[in-house]
Structures are given as C-alpha cells and as structure tokens.
C-alpha cells in the first residue's frame, strides 16, 4: 500500500497547520509566542531530520494575501488536535517524508557537484532505506538514489565495490519480495500442496470415506484439516 496516498490529507491540514502557526509566528504583537508554538509542532524528531520548522511543506511561506486570520488558524489547530495518535504519527512521518523530498531534490539537482562525507552519504542512504520499508520507495527508486548519494561521496574502486554491493543486496530483497508474492515459490506453501495432492490421491483410491461423507466432502474437510497445519491462524 502507498504510503503517500493513505496521509496525503493528513498531511495537507498539517501543512497548512504549520504554515499558519510559521506565518502567525512572523507577524506583530504576540508574534513570539506562536512562533514558539510552531516551532514545537515542526521540531526535528527522527523521521524529521534537521531541516527546521516546515521545511519543504507547501504553504510554510505563505504571501501576505494567503495569510490566515485567527479564526481559521484557530480550527486548523482544533482539527490537528482531534487527530487520533496513529494519524498525528502517519502526519509526522509524512511531514518528514516532504522535507527529505526537499533535501534530495536539492542534492540530486545539483549535477554531481555536491560532494558529501562518507558519514554524510550513509546517513541520507539510511534515510532512504527507512522511508523505502515504509513504502514510500520501490526498491528500484531507493536503489537508484542510494547510488546518486553514493557517487557524491565515494570514488574509484571503493565508488565501484559500494555500487556492487548495493546491487547485490537489491536483487536479494528484490528476490526475497518476487518469492512473496509467487505462491509456488514460499517452501510452506509448496509443502501444503504436496501433502494435499497425496491426500487427495489416496481419496481417489478409496471406496468408503469416514463419517458418513462422500469422497468430494472428505476431500474439502481434509484439505482444510492440511491447510490450517500449516497456515496456522
């Protein structure tokens, strides 16, 4: 399931929250107190990384004529608080999903001019596989990124044994998720269907079946009996 679709609202009203509260911040009297408040809601935290109060929401600038005036700004904040904890969560890794977009696009933009430390690269490619596990990247895309990040930061044989590595480890995932969804290939389900066609071939050389059942009905309850060995509830 994408990530990005299920929070995309979620993340909108907290964009427009934080917004609010970083324009209100901005603005005269009062203006330091909400301030501190915006910067409560957007503080960096582990998925948020360090790239300050809204970095890369849209409406964290917002232009004179956009402002919100207090009523509005008043029930952004009362919808984010109704929030139930998973969804101010699903908004906080969102969030932090929209700032590292930002940061990556500006690296990526960059033409390979950027040049990273190494502590630099593992950090941006740990981040990447994080938000993969998260559904955010495909394998495919996290991969492609890590290799960007990698070349800004290593060189030569050492650029060329990190690149193999990382391909490596792609095609073992890569094989791991098509074993997933390739029934034929999960070793427990090859053994279910191994010892239900030996059941139901026994079945077919039967001439009298328990219980009173017919051989069609033995054959149901049995194959369920196997399945739920070993699928286990």
Not at 172 to 188: F, G, N
Request: aromatic letters at 8%; one cysteine or more.
């Amino acid at each position: 399931m994408n990530k990005r679709a299920v929070v995309g609202g979620l993340c909108l009203l907290a964009a427009l929250l934080v917004g609010a509260m970083w324009w209100m911040g901005r603005q005269g009297a009062g203006g330091a107190a909400v301030a501190e408040r915006a910067n409560a809601v957007a503080a960096p935290s582990p998925w948020w990384g360090a790239s300050g109060p809204a970095a890369g929401l849209p409406g964290a600038e917002l232009p004179a004529s956009g402002a919100p005036d207090a009523a509005e700004f008043a029930r952004l904040r009362q919808a984010y608080e109704r929030l139930s904890p998973e969804d101010r969560a699903a908004v906080d890794q969102a969030r932090a999903y929209e700032g590292f977009m930002g940061r990556m696009q500006a690296l990526l933009g960059s033409g390979g001019a950027r040049v990273l430390s190494q502590s630099e690269a593992l950090q941006v490619m740990d981040e990447v596989d994080a938000f993969q596990r998260e559904d955010y990247y495909s394998l495919a895309h996290a991969l492609q990124l890590k290799m960007a990040i990698a070349r800004m930061a290593w060189q030569g044989g050492e650029l060329d044994g990190k690149l193999a590595a990382m391909q490596q480890q792609f095609e073992r995932e890569h094989a791991a998720l098509v074993a997933k969804s390739d029934p034929s290939k999960d070793p427990t389900f090859v053994a279910f269907k191994a010892e239900e066609s030996a059941m139901i071939a026994q079945a077919r050389r039967m001439a009298a079946f328990p219980d009173g059942l017919t051989r069609d009905q033995y054959i149901i309850r049995e194959s369920e009996r196997i399945r739920a060995r070993h699928y286990p509830d």
